[in-house]
């Protein structure tokens, strides 16, 4: 895997300051077309070396991210999930109900960070003030001020943002094979609610389910007009 290997190296750095509560947070599914968003959330304390193998949660397969669960769970002082549904994400905007989602996966630990690196180039635990303002009553962004760092690619640099990335994502791809049960023409078992070409051709023929984003730009469908517009 070369240098898609995760380290500790931003952990290690803020120890180093004093910072000894890091957490990882990092998103899935946000590019999905159904299904939920789910940000995961895992606390270090120590330098005790990851579990082998722990790399970007795209980079493995459904049944290594699985095999790492339970290794991931065990090496974390503290780890939780949180997610928002894709009726959440039309009221409320991707933006804000991806601050939500890591508001919800930040609640849900019993130790309570000092430091959180985040992956991407934002921070994804607030949401902008235009946003929030759009929106009554905006949802409580409870640690939108928590000490933070942004890492680009983080998932596949940072260890406790790899660990937060394979959790969450363990977690959401059995709620879209549990979902596949009921709505199995859309094929979410494997294409896990994203864009796949059998997940768009039974959206042209049935329409969406209560499952999708209907806010986003969506397929046409039988005896419709005209796509669903972006809100």
């Not at 879209?176 to 009921?182: G, K, N, S, T, Y």
Request: net charge neutral.
């Amino acid at each position: 895997m070369g240098s898609q290997v995760p380290t500790l190296r931003f952990e290690r750095a803020l120890w180093r300051d004093g910072l000894a509560r890091v957490v990882g947070v990092d998103e899935v599914g946000r590019g999905a077309l159904a299904g939920p968003l789910t940000v995961g959330a895992v606390v270090i304390t120590s330098l005790t070396p990851p579990p082998r193998r722990l790399t970007d949660s795209k980079l493995l397969t459904s049944a290594q991210r699985e095999a790492l669960e339970a290794p991931l769970r065990e090496w974390a002082l503290d780890w939780s999930l949180g997610s928002v549904s894709s009726s959440e994400i039309d009221d409320w905007g991707l933006r804000l109900a991806l601050a939500v989602a890591a508001t919800r996966a930040l609640d849900g630990l019993v130790v309570r960070p000092t430091f959180a690196l985040l992956d991407g180039s934002f921070n994804l635990l607030r949401a902008p003030l235009d946003v929030l303002s759009g929106v009554a009553p905006p949802p409580d962004l409870a640690y939108a001020d928590l000490a933070h760092e942004t890492v680009v690619k983080g998932d596949a640099r940072c260890a406790t943002i790899a660990a937060a990335s394979v959790l969450a994502k363990v977690q959401r791809d059995r709620v879209m094979v549990e979902l596949d049960r009921q709505f199995g023409d859309f094929d979410w078992a494997r294409n896990k609610g994203y864009g796949a070409p059998a997940h768009l051709e039974a959206l042209r023929r049935h329409g969406p389910t209560d499952q999708h984003r209907t806010s986003w730009k969506l397929p046409s469908w039988e005896g419709c007009a005209k796509s669903v517009g972006v809100g």
